[in-house]
């Protein structure tokens, strides 16, 4: 009984790890570890769930969380962002999730876009700008899908 509740809640993590990887309002691989984490602990960490592979993807875990932030940050410096941008950004990303995962990229770039044009650069520079802001973005939720993919497939292997 109780190994069938851990799996059902573990489940429910992951799915909600794999939509948190498109949604910000979810922390997306926090999420699918969590689930894992449950399921190793239930089958006593047994292969391929061992305590290595567990704290590897706990370290990953982390690491995705931190590049999270920085990555449309580092996108949006590149591209000549002020931060005037990357505030027009969030905002618009969260207009976007009230619609769409493509709605969200798309209100951050158009954010950034109208906070810089605003901030007084040309519409060159700001869709520059704009454009760094949703290739960080878009580049960071591929990372995001990635891990959380990543330990999707193990829970499905040791359930197998």
């Known amino acids: 009984m109780l190994e069938t509740l851990t799996i059902v809640i573990g489940s429910i993590l992951m799915l909600l790890g794999l939509a948190g990887s498109v949604l910000p309002i979810l922390p997306g691989p926090p999420l ?6 449950l399921l190793a602990l239930i089958k006593h960490f047994s292969p391929p769930l061992t305590p290595t592979l567990v704290i590897i993807l706990a370290i990953v875990t982390v690491l995705v969380i931190v590049m999270d932030y920085i990555l449309p940050l580092l996108g949006a410096k590149k591209y000549g962002s002020s ?23 798309l209100g951050a770039f158009l954010g950034a876009v109208v906070a810089e044009w605003l901030a007084g650069k040309t519409k060159r520079e700001s869709l520059r700008a704009g454009w760094g802001v949703m290739m960080g973005t878009l580049f960071a939720t591929i990372m995001r899908l990635g891990v959380s993919g990543i330990m999707i497939y193990y829970f499905v292997i040791v359930l197998w």
């Open 32 to 37: 699918s570890f969590a689930g894992l984490f």
């Open 83 to 105: 931060k005037w941008g990357v505030w027009g950004s969030v905002l618009g990303m969260v207009i976007g999730i009230f619609f769409s995962p493509l709605a969200m990229l």
